[in-house]
């Protein structure tokens, strides 16, 4: 109403644009990270795409950002702003086809025709322009739609694309069993879209209409080799190129962190300019971010959410929106180790397993792996690989890192090596695990030689059985500084012992979250406490003795 004043913002109803929760608040940004990967699939010249990758690593997001119309407020091409070719831009769409109500199919004959169906209805969804009923929406009335498209666009560019292939697999999609070793839903999804001679269909219809593109995201499976991807799948997935996802690139990274207020839309900039002057996140506190998450999307967002949060919840208490203090980073990193302990893990299984899959070069593999876990440990998320370094390790150890998201290769620009959180816990647990690099053309070097002696601790709690548990080297001297000055024990000091020298405050608290979380495991209490004061004090001593 006239003469109401405008009501004004707050803190406490600033939303955190980093939540990627499926809700109807979820604020969509400007800055994908992706438009390296993005340039590459519509310059690539490959009508029929097969995009790879492991978990986390952003294929779903990829797949829904790249939908996004060009006469929406925002979309994929203008994050391509200085792309040389912007009508190409205009011109090319992409779309995904919906397997969700397919079900309850009894023949092939009948999959093959729901399938060609739900094609149809995406590509009739973009293209705007076709006059089709619902009964032509068939494999005849798909042909008749690409030619017009090809004879009123033809050099416009619609990729079809399949997400969630596994979908297929469940219970009543369909009935029929086609004969296959696939052994994964995502197999066995594929199987049955061989089976049904749909994956034909759609290379045929590739071959013969240039417009059309397909491209199919599946999960990676954890291996030495891309060949071995698809071993139990069809042949006609030969006629695709794969392309694996990877982490961002260094410089797409960056720019995710820097984002302004408004790539955020214009409602939620003008949230947060009512509230605050600042940017977001500062030059400091984005080197910050990205030494810490590296390059991978979703620790990225992971550490970006949480570092809101609690930029956020202290702007609530004290009505200024600040930089993160050394206290609030310790506790980001102690909520990721703690939120992202399912992640951290499936990667270590996934690492291991692709390992160990090519008996033909596992010798050389793993040597190669205890080598790039020497050069891991020394080195922070900004260093550079050297090129003699990853050139002399072969090439199934550099698959495995590019595919399950440790590092991200292109060729002509700088390796850099993965962020904190994930650097210090491949390191961790290779030295756990060290009876996996057991080999009989290599001794296991990934642990120093004092460490090859090995480190035990012995844990007598009352009323129960004494407790073994093995340390590594750097565990070994921090819980022996403890065990020397329990009640209070410094940073500097622990450091000291430890390292030799006084190191980053980040890197230090990584590794004290890790010993803390391990003795809490094994005694079930808590032992490590963290003091004001960058003090730390040790319960329960008696407990414990070093052998």
């Known amino acids: ?120 209805i995406a590509l009739q969804s973009v293209y705007r322009k076709s006059g089709q009923t619902s009964d032509e929406l068939n494999l005849k ?22 997400d969630t292939i596994e979908r297929l697999d469940r219970l009543g999609i369909p009935s029929f069993k086609p004969e296959t070793k696939a052994q994964t839903p995502q197999e066995r999804g594929l199987a049955l879209l061989d089976h049904c ?24 499976l954890p291996r030495a080799k891309v060949a071995d991807q698809f071993t139990h799948v069809s042949a006609d997935l030969a006629r695709f190129r794969t392309m694996t996802l990877q982490t961002f690139t260094w410089q797409d ?21 009512d509230l605050s002057n600042n940017c977001i996140f500062s030059e400091k506190e984005q080197a910050w971010l990205r030494e810490q998450a590296g390059t991978h999307p979703y620790l990225l967002q992971q550490f970006c959410f949480y570092a809101f949060h609690l930029k956020l919840e202290y702007a609530k208490l004290h009505g200024i929106w600040i930089e993160l203090q050394e206290s609030g980073k310790r506790q980001i990193i102690d909520w990721i180790n703690e939120g992202l302990s399912t992640f951290f893990t499936r990667t270590w299984n996934r690492l291991q397993e692709a390992l160990k899959s090519d008996t033909e070069t596992k010798e050389k593999t793993l040597g190669d792996f205890r080598e790039f876990i020497q050069v891991l440990a020394q080195k922070q998320a900004d260093d550079e690989i050297n090129p003699a370094y990853w050139d002399q ?92 000055n329990p009640k209070h024990c410094s940073e500097l000091e622990l450091m000291t012992e430890a390292w030799g020298k006084k190191i980053d405050r980040g890197v230090f608290t990584q590794r004290m979250h890790h010993l803390r979380k391990k003795l809490r495991e094994q005694s079930g209490t808590e032992i490590i406490q963290n003091r004001y004061g960058g003090l730390y004090s040790l319960n329960h001593p008696e407990w414990f003795h070093l052998d």
């Open 393 to 484: 390790w072969g090439s199934e150890l550099r698959y495995i890192l590019c595919s399950e998201g440790i590092i991200r290769y292109d060729p002509f620009r700088p390796i850099h090596f993965p962020g904190a959180i994930l650097r210090y816990y491949v390191v961790q647990k290779a030295r756990e695990n060290s009876e996996l690099f057991t080999s009989s053309i290599a001794s296991p070097i990934i642990v120093s030689p004092t460490a090859g002696r090995g480190f035990r601790l012995s844990i007598s709690r009352p009323e129960n059985q004494r407790e073994i548990l093995s340390l590594s080297e750097l565990e070994y001297h921090l819980l022996k500084t403890l065990l020397q």
């Open 253 to 273: 990274a960056g720019k995710f962190l820097a984002q302004e207020p408004e790539s955020f839309g214009g409602e939620w900039a003008e949230s947060f300019n």
């Open 197 to 220: 001679q749909a994956i034909r269909t759609l290379v045929d219809l590739i071959d013969e209409f240039r417009i059309l593109g397909f491209i199919l995201s599946i999960e990676s």
């Open 141 to 162: 009335g798909l042909i008749k739609m690409l030619h017009s498209i090809n004879q009123e666009t033809p050099h416009a560019r619609y990729f079809l694309m399949l």
């Open 1 to 120: 109403m006239d003469g109401e004043k405008p009501i004004k913002s707050s803190w406490h109803t600033l939303r955190n644009p980093f939540n990627t929760m499926d809700t109807p608040e979820v604020i969509t940004s400007h800055v994908s990270g992706r438009s390296t990967d993005t340039i590459q699939i519509i310059t690539g010249g490959q009508s029929a795409i097969v995009l790879a990758g492991a978990p986390y690593i952003g294929k779903t997001a990829l797949i829904r950002y790249l939908q996004l119309p060009p006469d929406t407020e925002w979309s994929w091409r203008n994050e391509l702003v200085d792309f040389p070719n912007q009508e190409k831009l205009k011109n090319t769409h992409f779309v995904q086809v919906d397997l969700t109500r397919l079900e309850g199919i009894e023949s092939k004959e009948d999959l093959l025709a729901a399938f060609v169906r739900r094609c149809a």
